[in-house]
């Protein structure tokens, strides 16, 4: 039913008042950017020291909470705790960014999975380093009862095994999951934010600044983070992701002077066309590696945001996860750079070994480079992200 006009009016100013009153706004030094379009959370203090490169240690597909009930299952996580504390102890970033798929939420009877997502940043927070998270298609999906668990006549048990409250009847949501891992954030390390509201179901949606270490200079680099959906709805960038980061890119950054760099989980179709089909054919300047087939999973709909992206001189490169076996850079349209991540996780699909996709961002002289660090300390697949 259509409802009248001065309905729509009073649910603008109300959402605009309960907005207010979450916190919206913070981020006063970008006074440019409509109120309604910026997120909430923390996006303070990522800042490059002087003469010392910035380095982001990327960690995808992470899998927390697969099987739990298992005696296997949660020997993977742990062994997840060891990859990315062997990342962080040799490249001590300044920033890790959780690529999505953080956690197996079909897999978990629990009604707060909030207590994995928990467990999966703490090699971050015990090192006191500031972290981003994005959604994957796992994170929010609804459980899935195991075949095992159901009664001959196909009826699920009212206390799932290995619970002490019941079974959950839905998952942990995304907003949920956010908000949880920001209350919980200790000193603020948490960057993460929620997204507009506009852009619900996404979530993942905001940009953090890297800060010069000159105040008195524009920043060294903006890090756009977008929810690629997946889990409790299609896996899609929407028209109004696109419109939102047209908006909030054009206030930031009207120039294009300053370097951008792209995070979500699904890749687009995009990297389907610049696709290498098996690791014998990759040749640069495409690095990388695929240890499955070569195959890439790609979001259903994009709508127009790789164009976008791609005539955006100012964009250097799009990250992403979610096809566990592929850790290859190559270069798309008009040279964007197209990479995947390292799964670095012992959950999800993949007998390979794992490593985490090192971002590294140097300011003077301004250059973007990148590279795969493996659990065991080898490094490989070093690229340079500049665009010709
Ligand atoms: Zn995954």
């Known amino acids: 039913m259509k409802k009248p006009p001065t309905f729509q009016i009073f649910t603008v100013l109300l959402s605009l008042l309960l907005i207010s009153a979450a916190g919206i706004g913070r981020e006063r030094s970008i006074p440019t950017v409509p109120r309604l379009l910026q997120a909430v959370g923390n996006s303070n203090n990522l800042q490059v020291r002087k003469g010392t490169p910035f380095k982001i240690a990327i960690f995808a597909d992470l899998h ?77 999906a609804k459980f899935e009862w195991p075949k095992a668990w159901l009664s001959p006549s196909g009826v699920p048990p009212t206390r799932c095994p290995g619970t002490t409250s019941g079974c959950p009847s839905r998952g942990t949501t995304r907003v949920e999951l956010v ?86 989980h699904i890749p687009s179709k995009a990297y389907e066309k610049v696709a290498p089909p098996t690791d014998d054919e990759i040749s640069k300047p495409c690095v990388g590696s695929i240890t499955f ?41 008009k040279n964007l750079w197209l990479c995947f991540a390292r799964h670095t996780g012992y959950g999800g699909y993949g007998f390979w070994d794992r490593g985490a996709r090192i ?25 340079n992200l500049s665009r010709a």
């Not at 909470?65 to 993977?76: K, L, V």
């Not at 920001?182 to 960057?191: D, E, T, W």
């Not at 971002?359 to 697949?381: A, C, N, Q, Y």
């Open 64 to 140: 927390f909470g697969e099987d739990p009930w298992t005696d296997w299952a949660p020997r993977q996580d742990v062994n997840s705790l060891k990859v990315m504390s062997s990342v962080l102890d040799a490249e001590t970033p300044g920033l890790v960014v959780y690529l999505g798929d953080v956690i197996t939420a079909n897999n978990l009877a629990t009604h707060n999975a909030s207590l994995y997502w928990d467990k999966a940043i703490s090699p971050a927070r015990d090192r006191n380093i500031p972290w981003a998270t994005v959604f994957g298609n796992h994170d929010d």
């Open 179 to 264: 908000q949880g891992e920001i209350k919980a954030s200790v000193k603020g390390l948490s960057r993460t934010m929620m997204g507009p509201n506009q852009l619900l179901p996404s979530v993942s949606n905001y940009v953090l600044p890297l800060k010069s270490s000159d105040p008195s200079k524009p920043a060294v680099a903006l890090l756009y983070f977008l929810d690629s959906g997946g889990g409790s709805y299609p896996s899609v960038i929407s028209n109004a992701q696109v419109e939102w980061f047209k908006t909030v890119s054009n206030a930031r950054n009207p120039d294009l002077r300053i370097p951008e760099l792209i995070f979500w």
């Open 293 to 333: 087939d070569g195959k890439v999973a790609t979001q259903d709909a994009e709508n127009g945001m790789m164009a976008v992206l791609e005539n955006r001189s100012s964009v250097k490169a799009v990250f992403v996860g979610h096809n566990h076996g592929l850790d290859w850079c190559c270069p798309g349209e």
């Open 359 to 383: 971002v590294e961002i140097t300011e003077t002289p301004l250059g973007i480079k990148s590279w795969i660090r493996m659990e065991d300390g080898f490094v490989h697949s070093e690229v």
